[in-house]
């Protein structure tokens, strides 16, 4: 199986994208790059946990973080949030 992942990006328009690897179009769009990055967790969580990656401004990975499954009920102590 692969590992699940979404990416948040600069939009070139202004905001941020949400978006799977190899998709065409944007999972969600957002003004701020901390809504783009929750919505991009919510979307993990939901669907059995994976891997957030976040861009900067220029396009480089600059973090990630990895998600739980949303019913995991022995989440990891992760100290990031």
């Known amino acids: 199986m692969k590992r699940q ?8 328009d202004g905001g941020w994208d949400v978006r799977a690897p190899g998709a065409r179009k944007a999972s969600s769009h957002h003004d701020r790059q901390s809504e783009a990055e929750a919505r991009a967790k919510d979307i993990l969580a939901n669907g059995g946990g994976g891997e957030a990656v976040i861009h900067g401004r ?3 990975i600059r973090d990630s973080d990895t ?6 009920p022995f989440p990891p102590r992760d100290s990031k949030h």
């Open 58 to 60: 220029d396009g480089r």
């Open 5 to 12: 992942e979404r990416h948040v990006v600069p939009n070139p």
């Open 67 to 72: 998600v739980s499954p949303g019913n995991d």
